[in-house]
């Protein structure tokens, strides 16, 4: 029998949502992850720091890769333009890898104030990226910071939309769709 599992880290990922939901975020071990996926508990140490992670892996490369983005927007776009194409471009990206399992991701976190904290925690990493990024750009420091914000919210918007309606548009689609209809809301007279 190999030693490596190709789908270890899927069946830890699938595991832990499962027992999360069942039983709540907070009354789950990583032993009891290990079990159900039918894995040794360090074998879970190889592919997550703690519990947590399963819910958040590669998600402290966000900020990263929306600042990346958005420095590779066109330099002729307005900020709101450039953010708005960093946020589709990165959504892009992002569709495939997180689309398993994130209804049951979301409702997870929905229940933990822990879990909830954290992603607070994650979207003002990004806020500050993106700001930081904008003002590199020659954005206002205020400016970029309101922007940034807004930024934040427009991508929280879009990817419910798209955790919402699995078998529809894309999340890149629903990014600039949210983006849209902010724009239209602002607008209107």
């Known amino acids: 029998m190999p030693r490596w ?6 069946r830890l990922r699938t595991a832990a949502i499962e027992l999360f939901l069942e039983l709540g975020y907070e009354n789950v071990t990583v032993a009891q992850i290990a079990e159900r996926a039918g894995l040794a508990r360090r074998t879970f ?5 703690d519990k947590r992670d399963v819910l958040f892996a590669d998600s402290d490369r966000l900020p990263e890769m929306l600042a990346e983005a958005l420095s590779r927007a ?4 307005t900020p709101f333009d ?5 946020l589709a ?10 689309a398993p399992l994130a209804v049951q991701r979301r409702e997870v976190i929905a229940r ?29 420091p205020t400016t970029a910071a309101l922007l940034a914000d807004v ?19 894309g999340l890149a ?10 724009t239209d809301v602002v607008t209107q007279h």
């Open 74 to 77: 066109d330099p002729v776009l």
């Open 112 to 140: 933990s104030p822990e879990l909830q904290e954290r992603g607070r925690t994650k979207f003002a990493a990004v806020a500050h990226a993106l700001g930081t990024e904008l003002i590199r750009r020659g954005t206002e």
């Open 151 to 169: 930024g934040v919210a427009v991508f929280r918007t879009g990817f419910n939309r798209w955790v919402d309606h699995p078998n529809g548009a």
């Open 82 to 86: 450039a953010l708005v194409t960093a």
């Open 173 to 182: 689609v629903c990014l600039r769709e949210a983006a849209a209809d902010l």
């Open 89 to 98: 471009d990165v959504g892009a990206m992002l569709g495939a890898q997180v």
């Open 45 to 49: 140490s190889r592919y997550f720091a």
């Open 5 to 10: 599992d190709a789908q270890a880290e899927e």
